[in-house]
T-cell receptor
Framework: GAGVSQSPSNKVTEKGKDVELRCDPISGHTALYWYRQRLGQGLEFLIYFQGNSAPDKSGLPSDRFSAERTGESVSTLTIQRTQQEDSAVYLC???????????????FGSGTRLTVV | GQNIDQPTEMTATEGAIVQINCTYQTSGFNGLFWYQQHAGEAPTFLSYNVLDGLEEKGRFSSFLSRSKGYSYLLLKELQMKDSASYLCAVRVRPMLTFGGGTRLMVKP
């Protein structure tokens, strides 16, 4: 596609339930990032995919968080046994023009606003 | 570790000039980015600096001093639509690490 798509745009879930968030990156781009943004705060890096290389999971806050991506396709971020502190906007990012070291930074999806009640 | 600091909030008047500062201490440096984020929306790219000096793009300019670990974003001729959060981000190969953002309120 022409841009980065995320779904759902909003998700309200009960504490303890599992949720799955989806990101459709720009077609043909090999790099993909997930970030989290709590209300009024900056973006926290979660995980980075680059092609078929092992993902960089250094930002995942706990083992309740996991993400998958096969090749250059859709990525899913899964949060198990959700807690209230997981409430945030989850953003997917794709380097513009597919260049992780390019001068244009990222293009972001519109995010999934997760609320754990 | 990575540390990126910027003021939490700023207020300025329509038509004026405002400078938003960002200081950073990172293990590595491959460029500094500024993003604009309106409430409830995703961040959008504003500017990029990798060498020292000033980059100008219309009403927006961004400055970098690598030796000082310092950048600023300069917004001229402020408009009401410039009310937003401004995020400073440093690329440490190949990730961007973000500051907490500066919320700018433009008043008439």
């Amino acid at each position: 596609g022409a841009g980065v798509s995320q779904s759902p745009s909003n998700k309200v879930t009960e504490k303890g339930k599992d949720v799955e968030l989806r990101c459709d990156p720009i077609s043909g781009h090999t790099a993909l990032y997930w970030y989290r943004q709590r209300l009024g705060q900056g973006l926290e890096f979660l995980i980075y995919f680059q092609g078929n290389s092992a993902p960089d999971k250094s930002g995942l806050p706990s083992d309740r968080f996991s993400a998958e991506r096969t090749g250059e396709s859709v990525s899913t971020l899964t949060i198990q046994r959700t807690q209230q502190e997981d409430s945030a906007v989850y953003l997917c990012a794709d380097p513009l023009w597919g260049q992780t070291m390019g001068i244009d930074g990222y293009t972001f999806g519109s995010g999934t606003r997760l609320t754990v009640v | 570790g990575q540390n990126i600091d910027q003021p939490t909030e700023m207020t300025a008047t329509e038509g004026a000039i405002v400078q938003i500062n960002c200081t950073y201490q990172t293990s590595g440096f491959n460029g500094l980015f500024w993003y604009q984020q309106h409430a409830g929306e995703a961040p959008t790219f504003l500017s990029y600096n990798v060498l020292d000096g000033l980059e100008e793009k219309g009403r927006f300019s961004s400055f970098l001093s690598r030796s000082k670990g310092y950048s600023y974003l300069l917004l001229k001729e402020l408009q009401m639509k410039d009310s937003a959060s401004y995020l400073c981000a440093v690329r440490v190969r190949p990730m961007l690490t973000f500051g907490g953002g500066t919320r700018l309120m433009v008043k008439p």
